[in-house]
């Protein structure tokens, strides 16, 4: 048989499994048992074009959120009888703690990029609003660091570097280029 020359038969069984509502794969390998032949998945698929066939609705993914009681779901009913598949574990669902964001009393000095001296601190400022500039603090910095003592502070974790490192991953540089 030639690769691309489909049979009225295989057109006829492809044209039912279709209205039977099977994916492409499965339509695939239920004609390819039945009639001894090698179609791809992408061969029923341009197959059911030709023949002008509607593909098959799309499912969508479900939303991280899942609806609300008495609200339809997403899910299609086929799909619904994997409860489980592609939603995220009932930790991820539960609504997060509050952050306790942590300041600091220092008054900027506000100094543009192109004017910070080799010591000045570089914590940023601004530039949380559309074309809003950013400024930096300016303040003298720390030794073997970006920023003034009140700075450095406010961007490292609380508690000791081994304690730190315990709860994450600690990054060591191994070489610079």
């Not at 009639?35 to 992408?42: D, I, Q, V």
């Not at 066939?53 to 959120?65: F, N, Q, W």
């Not at 539960?94 to 220092?106: I, N, S, W, Y």
């Given at each position: 048989?030639?690769?691309?020359?489909?049979?009225?038969?295989?057109?006829?069984a492809?044209?039912?499994?279709?209205?039977?509502?099977?994916?492409?794969?499965?339509?695939g390998?239920?004609?390819?048992?039945r009639?001894?032949t090698?179609?791809s998945r992408?061969?029923?698929?341009?197959?059911a074009?030709?023949l002008?066939l509607?593909a098959?609705?799309?499912?969508?993914?479900?939303?991280?959120v899942?609806?609300?009681p008495?609200e339809?779901?997403?899910?299609?009913t086929?799909?619904?009888?994997?409860?489980?598949?592609?939603?995220p574990?009932?930790s991820?669902?539960?609504p997060?703690?509050?952050?306790?964001?942590?300041c600091?009393?220092v008054?900027?000095?506000?100094?543009?990029?192109?004017?910070l001296?080799r010591?000045?601190?570089?914590?940023?400022?601004?530039?949380?609003?559309?074309?809003?500039?950013?400024a930096?603090?300016g303040h003298?910095?720390?030794?073997?660091?970006?920023?003034?003592a009140?700075?450095?502070r406010?961007?490292?974790?609380?508690?000791?570097a081994?304690?730190?490192?315990?709860?994450?991953?600690a990054l060591?540089?191994?070489?610079?280029?």
């Amino acid at each position: 048989m030639e690769p691309g020359h489909w049979s009225s038969e295989h057109s006829d069984a492809l044209r039912d499994y279709f209205l039977k509502g099977m994916s492409y794969a499965e339509i695939g390998r239920e004609i390819n048992a039945r009639f001894g032949t090698a179609y791809s998945r992408n061969a029923v698929v341009g197959r059911a074009k030709r023949l002008g066939l509607a593909a098959p609705v799309r499912m969508m993914s479900p939303s991280i959120v899942p609806s609300l009681p008495g609200e339809p779901g997403l899910l299609s009913t086929r799909r619904a009888a994997l409860p489980y598949l592609n939603l995220p574990p009932q930790s991820a669902l539960k609504p997060a703690k509050p952050v306790k964001l942590r300041c600091v009393g220092v008054r900027p000095r506000l100094i543009p990029l192109v004017e910070l001296e080799r010591d000045d601190c570089r914590y940023p400022y601004g530039g949380d609003k559309e074309g809003e500039e950013i400024a930096f603090c300016g303040h003298p910095r720390l030794p073997g660091s970006s920023y003034c003592a009140p700075h450095a502070r406010v961007t490292r974790s609380p508690g000791p570097a081994s304690g730190r490192a315990a709860g994450g991953v600690a990054l060591r540089l191994v070489s610079a280029a």
